[in-house]
């Protein structure tokens, strides 16, 4: 067997060279750019954080509410508008200076989700009656109790969809009239579990009552304490002042609605034709001209026109929701502002992962521990 030579080693000419060990500057850069990569594209297709601000879903969401929203049950939005500052909604935190450039506008579509919005899905949304890019519009949380072609109306304050009435949430809360002889005294609203801030004096010319904006259990419990000699449901317009409500319902005022009174009136659907009749006109006009993606739209004198032909017809391009909160008679939702297009669904909200009580302190109560990680229903 022969046996190896060995020569002599060859040397190479361009030794590797010894990788530089980074700075401690850069490894925090690093980190930091890519935990802010990982955050973002969490927050763009799967869930995000959001905070509830006002009382219009009391009782099922409060003030104080800290919730995750599920992107991906609707499936994500592509991003619209791209010049912004990532992990920001609309505005740089804490302040009122715009968080975005909108410069760009990208088309924006939905990608695959595996389920669409239902009815009585909570549901959060960009706000559509705001001039801002779809995407950087304010959000807004209600729930969703009308999908595209339901028959809506509300007849003395009960909503009913498609003839008969709605699902009613467990936490629903209505404004309730009540009159006493004598001043209240605020324990027994307390032990009802009904906030200071429910509870609302009106000096009416004709009388003084009081409207205490509560569920149906609370107010069970308040009956039982005997201590209204009238305590009943406020209907807008009948029991109670409208509070100017014939002028703010949508269509902007044209129908006569209120909150309690309004409709029938069809919620538009993807393909759904309709007759532009006068009523139909001011039914959907605004969805025609700011929401259906037609450009050079004109609304005259009962008609409409798109790039300067007049239309006696009309088919729907995406399908549009009915949103209403849960504290009915305290909510500026789709009664007064008309339909939420599809393009501005962000998705559903699914958990409450953290609950403060704005009106107390640290050690007064403040972290409301039955609300922590409750799903949303």
């Keep these: 067997m022969e046996t190896p030579i060995h020569g002599t080693p060859e040397i190479n000419p361009n030794p590797p060279k010894t990788k530089k060990k980074k700075s401690k500057t850069r490894e925090w850069i690093d980190a930091i750019v890519f935990a802010v990569v990982v955050a973002t594209i969490v927050r763009w297709c799967f869930f995000a954080p959001y905070t509830i601000p006002t009382p219009s ?24 508008t791209i010049l912004r500052i990532p992990l920001t909604d609309n505005k740089i935190w804490g302040t009122e200076i715009p968080a975005y450039l909108s410069w760009i506008q990208l088309p ?3 990608i695959w989700g595996y389920t669409s919005v239902q009815r009585n899905d909570v549901v959060v949304f960009n706000f559509p009656d705001e001039d801002a890019p779809i995407d950087m519009k304010t959000h807004y949380i209600k729930r969703c109790v009308g999908v595209a072609g339901d028959k809506l109306a509300v007849k003395d304050g009960v909503l009913y969809i498609n003839g008969a009435k709605a699902h009613v949430p467990s936490q629903l809360q209505h404004t ?12 027994y609203f307390a032990d009802a579990g009904i906030n200071e801030s429910d509870v609302e004096q009106v000096m009416d010319k004709d009388e003084n009552y009081k409207l205490i904006h509560a569920t149906v259990d609370e107010i069970k419990k ?3 304490a005997q201590i209204f000699s009238s305590l009943e449901i406020g209907i807008r317009g009948k029991n109670i002042s409208d509070f100017r409500d014939k002028e703010m319902t949508y269509p902007q005022g044209a129908m006569g609605w209120t909150c309690d009174n309004f409709g029938e009136i069809t919620i538009p659907k993807k393909g759904m034709t309709i ?28 008609t409409i026109s798109i790039d300067g032909k007049q239309i006696s017809k009309y088919t729907f391009k995406q399908d549009y929701f009915f949103m209403m909160g849960d504290n009915r008679h305290n909510s500026l939702d789709s009664r007064y502002w008309g339909f939420v297009p599809e393009d501005h669904v962000v998705g559903r909200a699914s958990l409450t992962w953290l609950s403060l009580d704005p009106t107390k302190s640290l050690f007064g109560g403040k972290i409301r521990w039955g609300r922590m990680f409750q799903g949303i229903y």
């Design 222 to 224: 308040l009956k039982e």
């Design 275 to 302: 007759e532009l009749t006068e009523t139909n006109v001011k039914l959907y006009a605004t969805v025609i001209k700011r929401f259906d993606w037609n450009k050079n739209v004109e609304v005259k004198n009962g």
């Design 57 to 80: 879903m009391e009782g099922t969401q409060l003030v104080g509410d800290f919730l995750f929203v599920s992107k991906i049950a609707y499936g994500p939005r592509t991003p619209r």
């Design 108 to 110: 924006t579509f939905r």
């Design 176 to 187: 309730y009239k009540a009159i006493s002889k004598e001043d209240v005294n605020p324990r």
